[in-house]
């Protein structure tokens, strides 16, 4: 009786994430691409928030663990399919799905498959509302978005990442960057270089003002002269990505709406 009530109880789960979002396909250079998508039912323009899985995830995981389509509604939402990848810290064979995080790279197959989702929401989404987040490999394909398509993003919130082939190719832009302080394979010294880097960039205050805290994230504002704030969210855990992390990113892109933030 209890394996019977826990097969309805995952149908029913399956169903429902089914329902919220669409599968889509995309034909980049002759390559099928995939997306899970979220699109609000009203037809003004909508907010666009990109999400992009770690290395060796899925669409589908990436929309599990980000829920934007269930805490933001009102925006569209597309989680990102990769494909086999070499990772840089693991998977050196690339056989697990990942992002290729080099904005370098002139044959970059994952900056296509950006411009060809953007491209086809287009004329459905308020460009100037257009926001990218991602976990590790993830994390790292959106600062390459930063840095390559960085004049079609209002915000960024990548997690777990650095940006070792792009820092010097960013240019002010808000941002919340996630950080765990165990990370064993994004060093934890690692993203502090890279946050020290983001205050650069964005021309922030050196000292940050209490945003958010509790037992598993401690929220820092870090102000900016020139309306590109920087925010940080740090965990005391390992290489996970926070659960309370998707409803503080969706808050800090909503915010950006009304410039409240400076």
């Known amino acids: ?12 789960a399956t169903h429902c994430f ?3 979002l669409e599968e889509r396909n995309w034909n980049v250079n002759g390559t099928n691409r995939q997306a899970l998508v979220h699109m609000p039912e009203h037809e003004q323009p909508v907010p666009l928030v990109f999400v992009f899985h770690g290395h060796g995830g899925n669409m589908q995981n990436g929309a599990r663990s980000f829920r934007i389509h269930e805490l933001w509604p009102e925006a569209a939402v597309v989680y990102m399919q990769g494909l086999p990848t070499a990772g840089q810290l693991t998977d050196p064979e690339g056989k697990k799905n990942g992002w290729n995080s080099d904005p370098s790279d002139a044959s970059n197959r994952d900056l296509d498959f950006f411009d060809a989702v953007y491209a086809s929401f287009e004329s459905r989404i308020d460009t100037n509302r257009v926001f990218s987040t991602g976990h590790s490999n993830g994390g790292g394909f959106t600062y390459c978005l930063w840095a390559a398509r960085g004049d079609q993003l209002t915000a960024v919130a990548p997690s777990a990442a650095v940006s070792a082939r792009s820092v010097n190719l960013l240019k002010p832009k808000p941002v919340l960057h996630v950080a765990d302080t165990k990370d064993p394979l994004v060093k934890y010294d690692w993203q502090e270089r890279m946050i020290h880097a983001l205050k650069k960039i964005n021309n922030c205050s ?29 965990s005391p855990g390992t290489h996970k990505f926070p659960n309370e992390a998707p409803a503080l990113i969706v808050q800090f892109f909503q915010s950006l709406e009304n410039k409240p933030l400076q």
């Open 1 to 12: 009786m209890k394996r019977f009530f826990l097969l309805i109880a995952l149908f029913t």
């Open 18 to 20: 089914s329902e919220e």
């Open 206 to 234: 050196a000292e940050g003002i209490p945003w958010h805290s509790d037992d598993e994230l401690i929220g820092t504002l870090y102000p900016s002269a020139s309306g590109t704030p920087l925010l940080t969210l740090i």
